[in-house]
């Protein structure tokens, strides 16, 4: 999954006009967060939560900031076989207050990095019944251009074609 994050990552880099020094790991401005973003990829240290059926699989529809200085998120859930729409707000995007997903345990959601222009990764740290699961969600914005039609899901490529690309014997370029 981290490859195919880093692949991602390096696909954008190279689509767009994505300056390293744009990129924002600390000391948010959280307001700038706000739009419509789509969901690109998810990681997880228990994959069967974020998988189709796992009550981790979300959707953020979009991002919008409230006057106090926090988030509030709007998402399509779609875990357990459960289909709805939610949202949470975040205190500053660093902490998930009682909302949709309290029935999940508890939850802390924290902004990774983000250029706000392109991209924004968020970390999700859950407990529930005193297991803890990390996630890893990255979004691209529909604002400069990057809508579904831009997208195009590495994780239906399959592993067969990466390691066909890494046989013996291949020569590489």
Not at 17 to 38: E, H, K
């Amino acid at each position: 999954m981290a490859l195919l994050l880093l692949s991602l990552w390096l696909s954008l880099v190279s689509a767009q006009d994505l300056n390293p020094r744009t990129i924002v790991r600390r000391n948010y401005d959280i307001a700038r967060v706000s739009g419509t973003w789509y969901s690109i990829s998810m990681a997880s240290d228990d994959m069967k939560r974020i998988e189709e059926n796992g009550d981790l699989h979300v959707f953020v529809q979009s991002i919008e900031s409230l006057e106090d200085g926090r988030l509030k998120f709007n998402f399509h859930f779609m875990g357990r076989g459960f289909r709805g729409r939610g949202g949470v707000s975040a205190c500053t995007a660093t902490r998930a207050e009682p909302g949709v997903l309290a029935d999940l345990g508890e939850n802390r959601l924290l902004v990774s990095e983000t250029d706000y222009r392109l991209f924004v990764t968020f970390r999700l740290q859950n407990i529930r019944n005193g297991t803890k699961t990390q996630v890893l969600a990255l979004y691209v914005c529909k604002t400069y251009g990057l809508g579904p039609e831009n997208i195009i899901s590495l994780s239906h490529q399959g592993r067969a074609r990466a390691l066909r690309r890494q046989q013996p014997g291949r020569g590489r370029s």
